[in-house]
């Protein structure tokens, strides 16, 4: 099953914060959290593999409850290279692939 | 990080032809390449995982007859698209896990356009 996130979208000034939440109804055994631009591949962020995790990737970091099955990716004073479509992908134990959710367009103005 | 290519990036066929996509992982060896399709303001989703030296396993509604995939040595798995119809059109991404943590890589994608 698809995981769900939240928001669907969100628009922001130029070093406003976000925060983009992804849960799913099973057991996490990892969250992978990517960044895609428009009409490229996504680009890797960071992943999550323990519960109560959290990393940091320069002002863009992420935590994850494993009991709660939820992971939520924070961006700090964001940029306007921040813009994409940023997707949590949920891994499935040992079968290493990867379900996407529905994706959060995050849209950063000047 | 590890680096995965694919080719072609853009393709233009005629419905009723076959389309072969390449994706090859360049400086790490992969056994297993997994394969997606994403449409419009789409997710990604997941068709099927390639495994060298064995068959692929196909996601449910993929039809394994029309997505054709080969995993021909540790750097590379190509998916043919059999009999191409213009609702195949697509953006073709493919990825590989890399390193202790297995994060996946994505290849560019390959944007199909059937006429």
């Known amino acids: 099953q698809q995981p769900v996130q939240s928001p669907q979208a969100v628009i922001l000034r130029e070093g406003e914060d976000a925060v983009i939440n992804c849960s799913s109804s099973k057991a996490l055994y990892s969250v992978h959290w990517y960044r895609q631009k428009h009409g490229e591949a996504p680009v890797f962020l960071m992943i999550?593999?323990?519960?109560?995790e959290q990393k940091g990737h320069e002002k863009i970091s992420a935590s994850f409850n494993e009991k709660k099955q939820q992971s939520s990716l924070y961006l700090t004073a964001s940029q306007l290279s921040y813009s994409g479509t940023y997707f949590c992908g949920t891994g499935r134990g040992s079968a290493r692939q990867l379900t996407f959710g529905s994706g959060t367009q995050l849209t950063v103005l000047p | 990080g590890a680096v995965v290519s694919q080719h072609p990036s853009r393709v233009i066929c005629k419905s009723g032809t076959s389309v072969k996509i390449e994706c090859r992982s360049l400086d790490f060896q992969a056994t297993t390449m997994f394969w997606y399709r994403q449409f419009p303001k789409q997710s990604l989703m997941l068709m099927a995982t390639s495994n060298e030296g064995s068959k692929a396993t196909y996601e449910q509604g993929v039809e394994k007859d029309k997505f054709l995939i080969n995993h021909a040595s540790l750097t590379l798995s190509t998916l043919t698209v059999t009999s191409a119809h213009p609702e195949d059109s697509s953006f073709y991404i493919c990825s590989a896990p890399s390193g202790g943590e297995e994060t996946q890589y994505f290849g560019p994608g390959t944007r199909l356009l059937v006429l």
């Open positions: 999550l593999l323990k519960g109560g």
